[in-house]
């Protein structure tokens, strides 16, 4: 399935429907971290209005989810 263009506010808003919260900003970049079975996943998205595909196939893989159960969050 084809990846949408996605501003960071959306990718923000799908990350914390699984449970990741905001930690912390260095510079345009949010931190969004989640701990889930005694492991802390990072997650680095950065605040831009769209999100270029390669960095949102690497915000993906940093969450832990799959590209499927990543879309169905939106």
């Not at 263009?5 to 900003?25: E, H, M, N, P």
């Not at 893989?61 to 939106?74: D, I, M, N, P, V």
């Amino acid at each position: 399935m084809k990846l949408p263009i996605l501003s960071a506010s959306k990718v923000i808003k799908a990350l914390k429907s699984v449970g990741f919260q905001i930690t912390r900003q260095s510079g345009s970049h949010m931190i969004l971290v989640k701990y889930a079975n005694g492991r802390k996943i990072t997650a680095v998205v950065p605040n831009h209005d769209e999100i270029a595909k390669g960095t949102l196939l690497s915000i993906i893989a940093q969450s832990g989810l799959s590209r499927e159960e990543f879309l169905e969050l939106l």
